[in-house]
T-cell receptor, first 115, second 111 residues
């Protein structure tokens, strides 16, 4: 059963704490995307990697967010320090883009609440 | 600034009827278009992708693309209560490119 997995599924933390979210892409997918969803802004692209190399992180607040892909089976998104405005659902998606074909499959998400 | 616009709804359709969802996009360089379905509290689920002008059918779903008008639509035939969800339209420049999403249309199928 090929699915994107994410951990933790829920995270409640206090302002100023570090938060790390993890994603395991579908086996064989070479591109990983991080999105954030809020009621006000909808789904927004934060960053993405291809073959573990960062391609674009322009959607990410650089001062507090960082994204890495230490190996082909793990992508991480870290927030340090966290703020209440970071409360959102963070989704990881994976795919194997080729030409215009860019289907992306989403994980279950990490629901983050920063108090 | 790439934008994808959708009517937020709610769009209410009787069971068995055709539901028609629409979106427009601002970036003429967009090459790939997608429809995702999202149930409350769940993640987006890909239901249709379309890359060329015209229609693409998959079961009860038909996606339509008109690049000249920068317009994408999704038709759901024989609507079922289980189709009640938020439908997200997304566009991409193609290749290893992130998706730009609309804010979604909330569809309600009335039994």
């Amino acid at each position: 059963d090929a699915r994107v997995t994410q951990t933790p599924r829920h995270k409640v933390t206090e302002m100023g704490q570090e938060v790390t979210m993890r994603c395991q892409p579908i086996l064989g997918h070479n591109t990983v995307f991080w999105y954030r969803q809020t009621m006000m802004q909808g789904l927004e692209l934060l960053a993405y990697f291809r073959n573990r190399a960062p391609l674009d992180d322009s959607g990410m607040p650089k001062d507090r967010f960082s994204a890495e892909m230490p190996d082909a089976t793990l992508a991480t998104l870290k927030i340090q320090p966290s703020e209440p405005r970071d409360s959102a659902v963070y989704f990881c998606a994976s795919g194997t883009p080729l030409g215009p074909y860019n289907e992306q499959f989403f994980g279950p998400g990490t629901r983050l609440t920063v108090l | 600034q790439k934008e994808v616009e959708q009517n937020s709804g709610p769009l209410s359709v009787p069971e068995g009827a055709i539901a028609s969802l629409n979106c427009t996009y601002s970036d003429r360089g967009s090459q790939s278009f997608f429809w995702y379905r999202q149930y409350s509290g769940k993640s987006p689920e890909l239901i249709m992708s379309i890359y060329s002008n015209g229609d693409k059918e998959d079961g009860r779903f038909t996606a339509q693309l008109n690049k000249a008008s920068q317009y994408v639509s999704l038709l759901i035939r024989d609507s079922q209560p289980s189709d009640s969800a938020t439908y997200l339209c997304a566009a991409s420049g193609g290749g290893a490119d992130g998706l730009t999403f609309g804010k979604g249309t909330h569809l309600i199928i009335q039994p």
